[in-house]
């Protein structure tokens, strides 16, 4: 049996979004910049999928623009937003526990002048909006927070971010990209300027995602080359990949409030049962603000990578937040912004719900849980 | 659930009916043929590469994990990397420096082997259910007929017997190895590789030390613990007489001859480092025959240590034939060796390894000459 609990790292395709891919794979080859039939009949599907992202997240579908995904998206975000700026560095908001594809162009900011001051988590790893406003300066220019941590799931006070940003003035990137699909999101109550988000985090295709750019933001293209969307990204469109994501954004309006109680569900067994058969466990981040979906358990004393590897072999696919960085294991930088030591962060695992998940699968996963467990705390090499 | 859902990789489903067993892959030909050998009898092979990154100039070590990846991906086995840089270092590299800092030439592959292969490989095993380690050492193990123990014997290619560096196997480890290769000859080894389609089959093999890769060990030592360098010092006879200055004495190893600068009317070889007193004391050929050795954290293949001296061939380095000699067993791990012929360049820090024909009875690591 294979028991992939592993939703957050990507997810698998959904029938009728592969279907939807091949019907244009096989019929609509046209460029969707073309004057002619193949042409129109390309950028009417793309059009389409604009109009079914738009549908999903509540904004008006002229503010889509389609990328290669949400490190493109947050890219774009952040170095075609200020690069518009030519010559005036000036300062950002985010925080410390952001992904790597806003944190890297923050310090490639940073490098450039520009100062960001990164306002820290409390030990649920969630964000105070008092504190977000508190870090804005006269010379701000944007904020960026993450929806939705990856590893953690918990989930930021965006609607109050929101709103204090705005008051200020200040345009405001949301980087959804694990949001999307899994909680309801509406722009139109949420006064957000730039989000980021990706098709295969919710059952969409791989290396598609989108910048939702609100009115009339000027920002220098990251990708330049082509009149593409409306100019703000060069490249033939990938419409296949677009149809996709669009796909996957109806599946995901039809289906969000059974899909956040079944997978909370799940979730919830899963950690009742951790809790039941394993001692010396915490779960990692809020158990209130979070993603229906998202586990993150620390098992003190175990080597989260061995017990990520012997979990494999069993069948089961989840992840640790930690990386591999020249042979030596880094602990994860969110669940150390959150306060856990090095140790601690090493003996975290994250399990994340989807599609294709089920009781009997949670109860196997149960099953071998307590065992490789045990063992892994043996294994004083690891 | 449904068969679009679930990502089937080549490894398909795990068959709780074979046998487990973990393949330690290097990237290199003999772990590959090694793993190879297990699948063909069916078992539940799964590789793992020792991530140990040596130190911080060595590129190679994740070019040989991909290496590691494609053999594995080629067999249709798991492939997981186990991440050890940081014991390695504390383990294996800084005791290396520090040896040759202390006037010994150490055998980091020891340490390697009983630690990282047969210790923390063999722990990360069970945790993936699996009882036993295979490894692409040229070595054997079988039982005893006379005691049901079991036994380290030498490889049927005596070239590339490695038994000199698993001397400090034990029991209980040696009931959980494999060593698929130890019956098989080199270019058996290689032609195997071919058959299989490896892309490793003619990959060159690797002779130097893993975190050396340029041989260089002087400058390794300076660039591992810089902090602790001796700097200068005396070259003396065995007289004491100033002949002249060394580097430092991690340059140096027992038998050397080259790298003195001096010059006298017969040839000049290291016979002694003096670490306290950071003097490299020189000799002439005949000064470098010891008599015996004295060892110490003696180890017994058998688990059992003899109560009276025993009769062995004894090994001082890789590359040395042999030679006969007596053993006797002292308190607190030590031993004393005496030769019944004088061996040329007893050099502390390296392994005395004891051999009754092509068994392994264990070994010591050489502390002086006598």
């Known amino acids: ?382 | 659930m449904s068969a679009d859902q679930q990502p089937s990789g080549a490894v398909g489903r795990a068959d709780a009916k074979r046998e487990r067993v973990v393949a330690a892959l290097s990237g290199g030909v003999d772990s590959s043929v090694a793993a190879a050998l297990l699948v063909e009898r069916d078992l539940e092979v799964i590789g793992v590469t020792l991530n140990l990154a040596g130190v911080a100039s060595r590129c190679c070590a994740l070019a040989d994990a991909d290496d590691a990846r494609r053999v594995a991906d080629h067999l249709g086995i798991r492939f997981y990397v186990a991440n050890y840089a940081e014991r390695f270092r504390a383990e294996v590299i800084r005791p290396f420096a520090e040896d040759y800092l202390s006037g010994r030439t150490p055998i980091p592959c020891v340490a390697c082997n009983s630690r990282f292969k047969f210790e923390y490989l063999l722990e990360r095993a069970r945790v993936f259910g699996a009882d036993r380690v295979a490894t692409g050492h040229y070595a054997r193990v079988d039982v005893d007929p006379d005691t049901a123990r079991l036994r380290l014997r030498r490889a049927v290619d005596r070239r590339k017997d490695q038994t000199y560096f698993l001397f400090e196997l034990g029991q209980e480890q040696l009931a959980a190895i494999e060593f698929p290769l130890g019956g098989l000859e080199k270019e058996a080894v290689r032609a195997r590789a071919r058959e299989l389609g490896l892309a490793t089959a003619d990959k060159p093999e690797s002779q130097e030390i893993c975190f050396v890769p340029d041989g260089d060990y002087a400058k390794a030592v300076e660039a591992i613990c810089p902090e602790a360098l001796p700097g200068a010092g005396e070259i003396v006879d065995r007289e004491g007489r100033v002949l002249g200055l060394h580097p430092g004495i991690h340059h140096f190893t027992v038998g050397q001859r080259k790298g003195l600068g001096l010059s006298a009317e017969r040839p000049l070889y290291v016979a002694r480092l003096d670490a306290g007193r950071n003097r490299v004391v020189v000799g002439e050929a005949e000064d470098l025959n010891a008599k015996g050795a004295r060892l110490e954290r003696v180890s017994w293949v058998s688990g059992v240590v003899p109560n009276r001296a025993v009769r062995a061939t004894v090994r001082v380095r890789h590359r040395h034939v042999g030679a006969s000699a007596s053993i006797e067993p002292r308190a607190e791990g030590q031993a004393v060796v005496s030769f019944d012929e004088p061996v040329r360049s007893v050099t502390p820090g390296q392994a005395a390894v004891f051999y009754a024909g092509d068994v392994v009875l264990g070994g010591g690591w050489i502390a002086e000459s006598l």
């Open chain 1, 1 to 382: 049996m294979r028991v992939y609990l592993d939703h957050n790292a990507t997810s698998p395709l959904r029938d009728e979004v592969v279907e939807a891919m091949l019907r244009v794979l096989r019929g609509i080859h046209g460029n969707p910049s073309s004057a002619h039939e193949e042409g129109r009949a390309a950028r009417a599907a793309v059009d389409r999928a604009r109009a079914s992202v738009a549908s999903l997240i509540g904004i008006e579908s002229g503010d889509v623009l389609f990328t290669g995904g949400a490190t493109e998206a947050n890219n774009t975000a952040l170095l075609g937003m200020l690069g518009a700026r030519a010559g005036a560095a000036g300062h950002l908001v985010s925080s410390t526990v952001e992904h790597p594809s806003v944190e890297a162009p923050l310090a490639s900011l940073e490098r450039a002048g520009w100062r960001v001051t990164r306002v820290g988590v409390d030990s649920d790893g969630l964000l105070d909006a008092a504190q977000i406003e508190a870090a804005i300066e006269a010379e701000t220019a944007l904020v960026s927070i993450l929806w939705a941590n990856n590893e953690t799931g918990v989930l930021q006070p965006i609607e109050r971010i929101a709103a204090v940003v705005r008051a200020r003035g200040i345009p405001f990137h949301v980087d959804a990209t694990q949001a999307v699909g899994k909680i309801p999101i509406d722009l139109r109550k949420i006064p957000v300027d730039l989000l980021s988000l990706s098709a295969h985090k919710f059952n969409g295709p791989k290396g598609v995602g989108c910048l939702i750019a609100r009115g009339d933001l000027v920002f220098e293209s990251v990708l330049r080359g082509g009149p593409q969307e409306r100019g703000r990204r060069g490249g033939t469109e990938n419409v296949a990949a677009i149809v996709g994501l669009g796909v996957a954004c109806e599946i995901a309006e039809r289906e969000l409030p059974e899909r956040m109680r079944d997978y909370a569900a799940l979730r919830d067994r899963l950690w009742d049962g951790i809790r039941a058969k394993v001692p010396r466990v915490r779960r990692n981040g809020s158990a209130d603000s979070v993603l229906p979906n998202t586990l993150n358990v620390e098992f003190d004393g175990a080597a989260g990578e061995l017990l990520l590897q012997a979990l494999d072999v069993e069948g089961i696919a989840v992840s640790s937040g930690a990386a591999c960085h020249s042979g030596s294991i880094e602990p994860s930088k969110v669940l150390i912004a959150m306060g856990r030591s090095p140790e601690q962060a090493r003996g975290s695992l994250r399990f994340s719900i989807g599609h294709g998940n089920d009781a009997e699968q949670i109860d196997y996963a149960l099953s071998v849980l307590p065992d490789r467990v045990e063992s892994a705390r043996q294994a004083v090499g690891a």
